[in-house]
């Protein structure tokens, strides 16, 4: 994740120039909430805590189609 994201987030921080556009932003922040559920998934269930497991399990249904949206929007 951060050498994807050290040219055009890290590099620049806190001024970005004209190539960070609105698709980047969307698909940075999807991504990195992909990741995020992730991490939070599997320890969700060794937590015990199967019905967050099962609603963290729901949101990939809504944020993968947001991946492939935004992925294409960046091409």
Do not use: C, D, E
Request: avoid cysteine; aromatic fraction near 14%; charged fraction near 10%.
């Amino acid at each position: 994740m951060v050498a994807g994201f050290r040219v055009p987030y890290f590099s620049g921080f806190p001024n970005f120039g004209k190539a960070v556009t609105p698709a980047v932003r969307a698909q940075a922040l999807v991504q990195f909430t992909w990741v995020a559920l992730a991490v939070a998934q599997p320890l969700a269930i060794g937590a015990g805590a199967y019905r967050t497991h099962r609603l963290l399990g729901r949101l990939s249904f809504f944020l993968a189609p947001l991946i492939v949206l935004f992925a294409s929007a960046m091409i």
